[in-house]
């Protein structure tokens, strides 16, 4: 079954907007990584963050997570029309990753 | 260096005839994965190896799928006797660990008609 759910599906923001995602678990990880996927072609990775840490930054991206609510959030700060892709929350745990079925983001220009 | 390469990258065949996929890691990872992305199901895992350990198969959805690694380093997926629901994207990914962060591959098209 599917686990790392992302909310929202769909989200529709203008150049310069923030965007944020959020992903919901349901069982213990070990990691929770998060991904882009340009054209429904090649992974790539963002963050990986692991199950002790609560908040981690990369550039204009910002993960965290709360392992008490079993929940996770991307945060992409000041978006660019090349944000626009499929985001996906990934739960890591005895190295499988089980994916959710992805945010697409559309950012216009 | 370079990044996880995946051949071929679109495959057309016809229904009951096999096809292998290969994967070539990054250079150093111990870790393969394969996952293969359908619109019906997502992301799924499929076998994952890890050095010399057994590999793990639980995630193939019939004895139709199998693969190896020859070497410690490339990989191949064989699909015998494909179906039409075989049809999807097959992403390799690799690691230095089973708990790192894998990286994938471009993925392989597979349609088989």
């Known amino acids: 079954s599917q686990q790392g759910e992302e909310d929202p599906q769909a989200l529709s923001i203008q150049e310069g907007e923030n965007a944020t995602m959020n992903c919901s678990y349901k069982t213990s990880i070990n990691n929770l990584q998060w991904y882009r996927q340009n054209s429904g072609r090649g992974l790539v990775h963002l963050i990986l963050i692991r199950s002790n840490e609560r908040e981690k930054h990369s550039g204009r991206l910002r993960v965290t997570l709360d392992t008490s609510k079993k929940s996770s959030s991307l945060l992409i700060t000041a978006s660019r029309a090349a944000d626009t892709a499929s985001y996906f929350c990934a739960r890591g745990s005895n190295y499988k990753l089980t994916f959710g079925k992805g945010t697409l983001l559309t950012v216009n220009p | ?113």
């Open chain 2, 1 to 113: 260096g370079a990044g996880v390469s995946q051949s071929p990258s679109n495959k057309v065949t016809e229904k009951g005839k096999d096809v292998e996929l290969r994967c070539d890691p990054i250079s150093g990872h111990t870790a393969l994965y394969w996952y293969r992305q359908s619109l019906g199901q997502g992301l799924e895992f499929l076998i994952y190896f890890q050095g010399n350990s057994a590999p793990d198969k639980s995630g193939l959805p019939s004895d139709r799928f199998s693969a190896e690694r020859t070497g410690g380093s490339v990989s191949t997926l064989t699909i015998q006797r494909t179906q039409q629901e075989d049809s999807a994207v097959y992403l390799c990914a690799s690691s230095f660990g089973g708990e790192e962060t894998q990286y994938f591959g471009p993925g392989t098209r597979l349609l088989v008609l």
